[in-house]
């Protein structure tokens, strides 16, 4: 079954810092990818999703993803985080006409 | 814009007792799914359904949960008895057809069984 790891529970950074959020999968064949994010008491919006083509993929808020198909990733990154983007990451993959499978999340914490 | 609609945003129920969630999702959605995400987890899948029909109920324990989606609209997903383990965010989300990207979410209704 596929199976998705995020590799940080919770990450603090200062405003300003640079974010990277790895997240990996288990799947070998085709698959879609997915970061969501979770704003504090708000429901879970899609930030980014990568099908095909250009493996870097570019997001809402300055955030983007590359998919690295060799190393089964697909990581988060923005180049400078705010404050408004603490929140709970979620990485999900979805095997075609298969479910999604979410990851355990990444709470991100920016103080200003 | 639309959006997933869930009622009720909050529920809090005693152990034994019978509970019911409601979902409407975006119009034209045929796929809908109940996921149920535990404090500082991920959504982990209960049900889909293509239209009327389940597709996948694999992780639903069917001796208390339930769920329906009778006319291929909204949906409702039923514990009956709840326990105090059935804590935890319950969302529905839909998606325009199976394996077709992107899943929107609702706001969620926060169960708790005391």
């Known amino acids: 079954a596929q199976s998705v790891s995020q590799h940080n529970h919770h990450v603090i950074l200062s405003e300003a810092a640079s974010l990277e959020l790895g997240c990996n999968y288990s799947?070998?064949?085709?698959?879609?990818l997915f970061w969501y994010v979770q704003y504090p008491g708000q429901h879970l919006q899609l930030l980014l999703k990568y099908f095909s083509g250009d493996p870097l993929v570019k997001g809402i808020k300055g955030f983007e993803a590359e998919f690295i198909k060799s190393k089964f990733s697909f990581n988060l990154r923005k180049p400078s985080v705010q404050w408004s983007d603490t929140a709970e990451y979620f990485c999900a993959v979805n095997n075609y006409g298969q479910n999604f499978v979410f990851g355990p999340g990444t709470r991100l914490s920016v103080l200003p | 814009e639309a959006e997933v609609a869930q009622s009720p945003r909050y529920k809090i129920t005693e152990k034994s007792q019978a509970v019911a969630f409601w979902c409407d999702p975006i119009s034209g959605h045929a796929t809908l799914y109940w996921y149920r995400q535990i404090l500082g987890q991920g959504p982990e899948l209960l049900v889909q359904?293509?239209?009327?029909?389940?597709?996948?109920d694999s992780q639903l324990p069917k001796d208390r949960f339930s769920a329906e989606r009778l006319k291929g609209v909204d949906s409702t997903l039923k514990i009956q008895p709840a326990e105090l383990g059935d804590s935890a965010m319950y969302l529905c989300?839909?998606?325009?057809?199976?394996?077709?990207?992107?899943?929107?979410f609702g706001p969620g209704t926060r169960l708790t069984v005391t």
């Open positions: 799947y070998g064949g085709t698959v879609n």
């Open positions: 359904f293509q239209d009327e029909s389940v597709v996948d």
């Open positions: 989300a839909s998606s325009l057809r199976q394996g077709a990207g992107e899943q929107y």
